[in-house]
């Protein structure tokens, strides 16, 4: 079964490091979404892309946070520097597009981040 | 207003009880309705999927879309320990954003 695998699964750093998360999507999956969940909490959206243009970072905190997806395929998310508040579920999402029925998002395993 | 409003819970049932999860909703142009189920540390999974209104069962899991209203609910039928999870539940118009409830805690008690 196809699936969004992402890297690491679990990260531990100290703040005011540097942190990357790898996102690959499904195959042939053009949108692709980085996500942050704190615990007890539904995903919000940190970035959007289709293929390798980014269509929303509105709530990407661009300060500390960037995103790429150079060739359209996978993704990285990266915070420099990390704060405390950074700690949290940072969930990758891709999704197939174009016709109904497609509008569904498969997500990844989730990187877990804690930052001390 | 939230977009999405979802009971966080934690909501504990029996096994073998019936589950109702509901949701409600403010944006009259969402036509995908999501259901996914998140174990503890993991990321969420597609548990059901409806396009517009009505009904769609899958096994002991059924997902009703009320427009009218804007609400949507998802049943369980004779709940496991297995269900025992958070549902989110999820909404979006046509090529646009998704959005998420905060998610319902189940626990079902052997």
């Known amino acids: 079964e196809a699936e969004v695998a ?3 699964r679990y990260k531990i750093t100290e703040k005011s ?6 996102c690959d999507p499904i195959s042939g999956h053009a949108t692709l979404y980085w996500y942050r969940q704190i615990l007890g909490q539904g995903p919000e959206l940190l970035v959007q892309f289709q ?13 500390r946070f ?51 | 207003q939230k977009e999405v409003e979802q009971d966080p819970g934690p909501l504990s049932v029996p096994e073998g009880a019936i589950v109702s999860l509901n949701c409600t909703y403010s944006n009259s142009a969402f036509q995908y309705f999501m259901w996914y189920r998140q174990y503890s540390r993991k990321g969420p999974e597609l548990l059901m999927y409806t396009y ?3 009904n769609k069962e899958d096994g002991r899991f059924t997902a009703q879309v009320d427009k009218s209203s804007k609400y949507i609910s998802l049943f ?11 549902y989110l539940c999820a909404m979006s118009a046509i090529g646009n954003q998704f959005y998420f409830g905060t998610g319902t805690s189940l626990t079902v008690i052997p």
């Open chain 1, 66 to 116: 960037s995103a790429e997806r150079l060739k359209g395929v996978d993704s990285t998310l990266k915070i420099q520097p990390a704060e405390l508040g950074d700690s949290a579920m940072y969930l990758c999402a891709s999704r197939l597009g174009g016709e109904a029925g497609a509008n569904v998002l498969t997500f990844g395993a989730g990187s877990r981040l804690t930052v001390l």
């Open chain 2, 52 to 54: 517009s209104s009505g």
């Open chain 1, 51 to 63: 293929d390798e243009s980014v269509v929303d970072d509105s709530q990407l905190p661009k300060d």
């Open chain 2, 76 to 86: 369980i039928r004779d709940s496991q320990p297995s269900d025992s999870a958070t």
């Open chain 1, 6 to 8: 992402q890297s690491p």
């Open chain 1, 17 to 22: 490091q540097a942190v990357a998360f790898w």
